[in-house]
C-alpha cells in the first residue's frame, strides 16, 4: 500500500480522505494522537522483546555448549528440552520444543480398521468406546484432526488382532513437519513450586 504524504494542517481519515485539522473534532483528535502514541509505544515494546528472544536463544545455545564441552556431557534431555536452574535454585529457565505432528493417509486405514472393529463388537459393546472413537476422529473447522485424542485411542488396552494393526497403522501414520522452540521463565515459590514470569500482556 502507497504511502501517502499528509499535507501539514490535514489530517487522513478512514477513507483514505485528506480533511483540513479544523474540520476535523478536538475529541477525535485527541483520539487518534493517543491511540498513535500507545501503538508507536507497542511497537517499541515488540522490537524490544523480538531482541531480548534472539539475545535469550543465542546465550542459551552458548552455555550449553560450552557446558557440554567442559564437561563432556550433553545437557539436552527428550527431544532437546534442555532446564537451567539458577545456583539458589530460585529461578529455572526451559527451552522447549513443540512437534509439529501430523497424519499422512494411513491413519484412513486405520480408521477403516476401527470402524470394523466397532461393528463387530456392536453387540454388547461399551458405547463409552464408541463415542470415544467417534470423537478421536472429528475435524475442526479447518478439517485437522487433534492429534492428542488420535493417539489417546492407543492408551486403551484393547485385546484385538484387528484393533493392535489399527493402532500400529496409527503409529507409521505419524510424520513431524516441523518443530518450534519456546524459552519459558520461572520463579519458585514456596518450597518446590515455580510459576511462569508471563511475557504476555494480556496476562501480566
Not at 41 to 52: E, I, N, S
Not at 98 to 115: G, H, M, P, T, W
Not at 140 to 152: A, H, S, Y
Request: aromatic letters at 8%; charged letters at 30%.
Amino acid at each position: 500500500m502507497e504511502q501517502i504524504t499528509i499535507p501539514e494542517g490535514y489530517m487522513q481519515n478512514a477513507q483514505g480522505h485528506l480533511v483540513p485539522t479544523e474540520l476535523v473534532k478536538p475529541i477525535d483528535q485527541m483520539r487518534h494522537n493517543l491511540v498513535l502514541e500507545l501503538v508507536l509505544g507497542a511497537k517499541a515494546v515488540r522490537d524490544q522483546l523480538a531482541d531480548f528472544k534472539d539475545q535469550v536463544f543465542k546465550d542459551f545455545s552458548a552455555f550449553v555448549t560450552l557446558s557440554a564441552e567442559q564437561y563432556d556431557v550433553a545437557l539436552g534431555g527428550k527431544k532437546g528440552n534442555v532446564t537451567l536452574f539458577s545456583y539458589d535454585g530460585k529461578y529455572k529457565v526451559q527451552l522447549a520444543i513443540s512437534e509439529n505432528i501430523v497424519f499422512d493417509e494411513r491413519l484412513q486405514a486405520a480408521k477403516a480398521l476401527i470402524d470394523e472393529c466397532i461393528s463387530e463388537w456392536s453387540v454388547g459393546s461399551d458405547p463409552k468406546i464408541q463415542v470415544l472413537v467417534q470423537d478421536a476422529f472429528k475435524t475442526d473447522k479447518e478439517g485437522n484432526i487433534n492429534t492428542g485424542r488420535v493417539l489417546g485411542l492407543r492408551r486403551l488396552d484393547i485385546k484385538d488382532d484387528k484393533w493392535k494393526r489399527a493402532m500400529d497403522a496409527i503409529g507409521e501414520s505419524l510424520q513431524v513437519v516441523g518443530s518450534k522452540q519456546y524459552i519459558r521463565f520461572y520463579e519458585r515459590v514456596g518450597e518446590d513450586k515455580y510459576m511462569p514470569i508471563s511475557l504476555d500482556i494480556a496476562a501480566i
